[in-house]
């Protein structure tokens, strides 16, 4: 089979695999319908996460049909179209039973990191059972991708561990994917305000299209700050969000939140950041930190298919065919140039 394959730092290319096999009874092979490209490929890539192992596949989302099961699957049957997820997750261990699948000890975010992932036309999922979930034949495949890891991570990293409830005002730093994921989710509980601030005007409009209530530009980081507590009524943000991981949009938040305030950290980050602890001791705040656990999937996929979450399809920006897939990632990497949001990779 092919399978794009992380080579060494800032290398990657399609090369030829052997086929995946079942390796314990409670795998599946799944045969890869479409995938996708996630920012935390692209760190991979660049080389800022030196644990993952050359020549592996990348990819930790998408939509297949599974080819093969291990005798202790229960829940599934040859021929099933499912939702890859993200994390994988054991089911039994201590922290499973906590549902924090991100740190089951047989599993986590090992998909495209640690073992072979999903931009490949064939992949294994270990732990199947708790891995993988039926599609609702109603469900468009493509929005359905946005499932693996986006939507989730937009929830529970950033509004659940932001504790948004009705009436806050919050501001989500960055509108890239996830970024746009945070923006919808939010939705759920009825904040009063909602900020967007990214540097590209393109995606600032499409998170005003999506529920944005305000939008900010923030080439000048200092006029940018003096426009959200313009926006906050003079006392900063209940909730501040930093979904892009670099350390100038991390300070960002500090400087926007208001006494009582919370920072809901989404972005990955590959540099240190410097933590103001001599201003922000004073004002009751909290920091929370997290990687996606997809406990929410269920939830999601049952508010998705009942039409409760609009717009989805709009995070997706362009269409590749697998042959195509390092034209996809070169089209990802620049989008800044390409306007791109989610590509989808179909095989």
């Known amino acids: ?206 998170a005003k299209k999506l529920g944005a209530t305000d939008t900010v530009n923030s080439k000048n980081p200092e006029a940018a700050i003096q426009r959200i507590f313009e926006l906050s009524n003079g006392v900063g943000v209940d909730v501040a969000m930093e979904v892009v991981g670099f350390p100038a949009t991390f300070d960002l938040c500090q400087k926007i939140l208001s006494p009582g305030g919370r920072i809901a950290n989404v972005g990955v980050h590959g540099a240190s950041v410097e933590l103001h602890l001599e201003d922000l001791w004073i004002k009751n705040i909290t920091l929370t930190t997290g990687l996606v656990s997809t406990s929410s999937t269920p939830m999601l996929l049952k508010t998705v298919s009942a039409g409760r979450i609009n717009h989805i399809e709009e995070l997706i920006t362009h269409h590749f065919s697998f042959d195509d897939i390092l034209k996809a990632h070169d089209t990802f990497k620049n989008a800044a140039k390409t306007k791109a949001l989610k590509v989808i990779i179909d095989f």
């Open 1 to 206: 089979m092919r399978a794009l394959t992380y080579l060494e730092p800032t290398k990657i290319d399609v090369i030829e695999k052997e086929l995946p096999k079942i390796e314990k009874s409670t795998d599946v092979i799944v045969k890869m319908l479409k995938t996708t490209i996630c920012g935390t490929d692209l760190h991979i890539i660049s080389g800022d996460t030196p644990e993952v192992p050359k020549g592996l596949t990348l990819g930790h989302e998408g939509v297949g049909e599974i080819a093969e099961i291990g005798e202790s699957v229960t829940n599934f049957k040859v021929g099933d179209k499912v939702l890859i997820s993200c994390i994988t997750s054991c089911g039994h261990c201590e922290y499973c039973k906590r549902s924090l699948y991100a740190h089951c000890k047989d599993g986590g975010w090992i998909l495209g990191h640690l073992i072979d992932g999903t931009q490949a036309e064939y992949v294994r999922i270990p732990h199947a059972d708790n891995s993988l979930y039926l599609i609702p034949e109603n469900m468009n495949d493509d929005v359905v991708v946005m499932l693996s890891d986006i939507l989730p991570t937009g929830l529970e990293i950033g509004v659940l561990n932001g504790q948004v409830k009705p009436g806050d005002t919050l501001a989500i730093i960055g509108a890239g994917p996830v970024g746009i994921a945070t923006l919808l989710t939010a939705q759920f509980y009825s904040p009063a305000k909602i900020i967007v601030v990214d540097l590209d005007d393109n995606r600032l409009e499409l």
